[in-house]
């Protein structure tokens, strides 16, 4: 199974940079006898549920053939252990959302190849989702993590983030924050970030090709890769270390670290925050006016370092629709609703608009789309992209379950200081020895 590489950034960049490419197609024409419910597990993210169920609420007034109704999912769980049962009880919803575990969905789903939808993306952007040569789902947006800034307050320390292109860098304007009297960054300790994105920061970095990249993976299923001796690892640990040694929020361990490190940021109050622009819609509710940019993460203390001045971009997640237990109708819904979303001019505003217009944010992906981003990230994720200025989304390919169980174990451990570095370094091996190699196509 093929991910999300430099030739999807490049895709990426010709639908943030192009016009119109093909006429939108119309808002929902279905035709029906009765009307049909379709259900769709979760609401993409929690962080735009409200402007997501507020797309559902339209859709469903738009048209009478089918009504969408959302499953609320359980946050504690992963999405293997909410969607299992569901299918168990002969009761799987028609339209799921996922990434890491596509593999595990590939049989139960419907096959998006020749869709009406699918043609609308670049294929590159696709290998992520497909399996066998089954396309298994269709993308939602395109995303990128990194180190988030709140513009007034470096504006305001003279701090420029351009110029920020070393490790070394990132302390000084870290100390010049303090020296101002702000806070220099939140660090968030909370697993999924943890776990997810803060390791992808090594992996993305670990090798300056695809195939470097997948090597390493092979080499921890394997059991052979010793990272205590690798030297990019041991510049991810001083850059972990950093970020720890400056982290001006205590360690929260717990989901509710995630809305107060969105509020750290909006306070003015912090310089620095590493996440996603997923965080841009609550931002800007909770600061009004501000604007917030994201910059690449430097990891070594040399400029000219793979990685130093680049972001991990990719597809955050995959629109699947059940083949198993669903009917026509209820695909055939799921369909509607998901082309409705991303085709319709009233779709594209609730995709792309901001949250301060009712929008969810996202950077689109299909071709055709009327409504450009226009927000801060949003642009500046255009920059790094058309610049090719881009680091891969490893944690695409993690085996299902393995950021919780190194982001809930070893790294919050680390964080809080309960093991060593050779203890992080020894578990993260142990979590991935002998895991099914997935990214080279083994099956489960």
């Not at 993409?44 to 009478?64: C, G, H, P, R, T």
């Not at 003015?268 to 841009?280: A, H, I, P, R, V």
């Not at 989304?393 to 299902?400: H, L, R, S």
């Amino acid at each position: 199974m093929k991910k999300f590489t430099k030739l999807g950034a490049l895709a990426l960049a010709a639908a943030l940079s192009a016009s119109v490419v093909v006429a939108t197609t119309p808002a929902s024409a279905a035709t029906c006898s009765k009307a049909t419910k379709v259900t769709m597990l979760g609401t993409i993210k929690i962080e735009i549920q409200d402007e997501f169920q507020a797309a559902v609420k339209e859709y469903n007034a738009s048209q009478s053939c089918y009504t969408v109704d959302t499953l609320i999912l359980d946050r504690k769980n992963t999405f293997l252990q909410n969607v299992t049962p569901l299918y168990a009880a002969k009761n799987a919803p028609t339209i799921m959302y996922t990434l890491q575990e596509i593999p595990d969905m590939a049989d139960k789903v419907m096959d998006w190849k020749g869709s009406k939808l699918a043609k609308l993306v670049a294929p590159s952007l696709l290998e992520a989702a497909t399996v066998g040569g089954k396309l298994v789902g269709v993308p939602s947006t395109a995303e990128a993590f990194g180190l988030l800034y709140n513009k007034k307050v470096l504006d305001a320390a003279g701090i420029n983030p351009a110029k920020i292109a070393t490790r070394t860098d990132l302390e000084a304007a870290f100390k010049t924050l303090q020296a101002k009297g702000k806070k220099a960054v939140h660090f968030s300790a909370i697993w999924w970030s943890l776990g997810a994105h803060f390791t992808n920061i090594f992996h993305a970095n670990a090798g300056k090709t695809h195939e470097a990249r997948l090597a390493v993976l092979d080499q921890l299923s394997d059991g052979s890769k010793d990272l205590s001796k690798d030297p990019v690892f041991q510049n991810w640990l001083a850059t972990f270390d950093l970020l720890k040694k400056y982290n001006g929020s205590a360690a929260n361990l717990t989901d509710t670290e995630y809305d107060a490190s969105i509020a750290d940021l909006a306070s003015g109050n912090y310089g620095f925050l590493f996440q996603g622009n997923w965080t841009e819609p609550n931002l800007m509710t909770a600061a009004p006016g501000t604007d917030f940019g994201i910059m690449p993460l430097p990891i070594s203390t040399t400029a000219t370092t793979y990685g130093n001045d680049s972001i991990p971009v990719g597809v955050p997640g995959y629109f699947m629709i059940d083949a198993k237990q669903s009917t026509k109708a209820e695909r055939d819904g799921a369909i509607d609703f998901l082309t409705w979303l991303y085709t319709s001019d009233k779709g594209q505003h609730f995709v792309a608009d901001p949250v301060t217009k009712g929008g969810m944010g996202f950077i689109p992906v299909y071709n055709g789309f009327k409504v450009q981003p226009a927000t801060s990230m949003a642009r500046d994720i255009a920059k790094y992209v058309a610049a090719g200025k881009t680091l891969e989304w490893i944690n695409t390919y993690y085996p299902a379950g393995l950021q919780e169980t190194v982001g809930k174990v070893s790294m919050q451990q680390y964080f809080t200081d309960k093991i060593s570095s050779a203890d992080l370094a020894k578990a993260i091996q142990d979590a991935w020895k002998g895991s099914v190699k997935t990214w080279r196509g083994a099956k489960k």
